[in-house]
């Protein structure tokens, strides 16, 4: 069976170089996945021209279809998100706009295009809300096909109003890391049963619409 596969979409609002919480977040989440045989890549959204919009392709200059692809060829989907406001950021609320396409999108099955795909959310902020953003992420994921495994979020919160980073961190919190952990290795696991075992084709009885 061909090596599973993961992307992460870092949905920081700092561009690269700069150092960003959510994109270490997303990589102590990869370096987990890769434990179980996962190869993975990352891509920082906001450092490519992702247009506003709810199509696949939004015209000249758009970045999104490509970073799309990554996301069609990938079995796992890490989406990395900093709280701001209490919520996601708005990158995050971006690629879930974009993603909304794919309610339209089939495979050569009729099934959703996201389908036998998993999602993993991964939070960092400083201040509360962690639960509620994961909550809305992966109800979004979930309404676009993607699976989400169970306790599939992992997060890090520091004291309100308060200006530690996660980055800030000497070490990674012990319960942190077992989370993160055992988010990756319920993804990879679940990955590997749709890889071997698809969700059957829509048989017409149901279905989602999008707006």
């Not at 959310?121 to 979930?142: C, F, P």
Request: proline share 6%; hydrophobic share 45%.
């Amino acid at each position: 069976m061909p090596q599973l596969s993961a992307v992460a979409l870092v949905c920081t609002l700092t561009p690269s170089p700069a150092p960003s919480s959510s994109e270490l977040m997303a990589r102590h989440v990869l370096e987990a996945l890769e434990r179980h045989g996962v190869a993975t890549s990352s891509v920082r959204v906001v450092d490519h021209d992702v247009r506003p919009g709810v199509q696949v392709d939004m015209g000249a200059g758009d970045a999104w279809p490509a970073l799309r692809q990554q996301v069609l060829d990938a079995d796992i989907l890490v989406l990395a998100t900093p709280i701001w406001m209490g919520h996601p950021c708005s990158v995050a609320q971006r690629v879930i706009e974009r993603l909304d396409a794919d309610l339209a999108e089939t495979d050569e099955a009729g099934r959703p295009i996201m389908y036998d795909k998993t999602a993993i959310v991964a939070v960092v902020g400083n201040e509360d809300g962690a639960h509620k953003t994961i909550a809305d992420m992966a109800q979004a994921l979930s309404d676009v096909g993607f699976t989400v495994p169970a306790q599939a979020g992992t997060y890090w919160v520091g004291e309100a109003m308060h200006t530690v980073d996660y980055q800030d961190l000497d070490e990674v919190p012990e319960k942190v890391a077992a989370t993160t952990a055992g988010a990756a290795r319920n993804a990879a696991h679940l990955a590997r049963l749709l890889r071997a075992e698809p969700y059957p084709a829509d048989d017409g009885g149901s279905g989602r619409s999008g707006r």
